[in-house]
């Protein structure tokens, strides 16, 4: 028996099929974070610390001085709750703040630039996707692979 002609699926529909069933609470939209702190915290706090992770709710800031770093401990609850009104859910439990080199560019969606340049060549060219989370997802799963595929170029083999 022949099966009736069916229209082809749209990679983003089937991509967003595949991101609900790994992720069904939508954990992975903490990570739009990245495209709102410069908003959020302000000019003066995105130039001297910025997002570096998450990991389990808990969300690790680089952070340029350690007075800086202390000045953010007295604001991290209310840095945290708009955060998470932002993300429409209490995603981020608490803050980390840590010492590093910031680079306040790193926040606007141009960090695939800087990725790019560390990796010498340029991240493959994604299928346009109607949805901009979708999009943006994708992309810093390239950009962590290109990330990864850099550092373990330039680790010393051991010697066996």
């Not at 954990?27 to 908003?39: L, P």
């Not at 001297?48 to 202390?70: E, K």
């Not at 993300?87 to 695939?112: K, Q, Y």
């Not at 991240?123 to 990864?148: I, M, S, Y």
């Amino acid at each position: 028996m022949k099966r009736p002609p069916q229209r082809p699926s749209s990679v983003a529909d089937v991509l967003g099929d595949v991101l609900q069933r790994v992720d069904p609470e939508q954990q992975m939209r903490v990570y739009r974070i990245w495209s709102f702190w410069n908003d959020e915290v302000g000019d003066a706090i995105a130039r001297r610390a910025q997002p570096a992770r998450v990991r389990n709710g808990i969300l690790f800031v680089t952070v340029a001085t350690h007075s800086w770093m202390q000045e953010l401990q007295f604001m991290k609850d209310t840095i945290r709750d708009r955060i998470n009104a932002r993300l429409g859910a209490a995603l981020i439990r608490d803050i980390f703040f840590v010492s590093g080199n910031v680079d306040a560019g790193t926040a606007e969606p141009g960090a695939s630039r800087e990725v790019a340049a560390r990796v010498r060549r340029p991240l493959p060219a994604l299928p346009p996707l109607d949805d901009p989370a979708l999009a943006a997802a994708f992309t810093r799963v390239l950009e962590a692979r290109a990330k990864r595929a850099a550092d373990s170029r330039r680790r010393p083999r051991k010697a066996r």
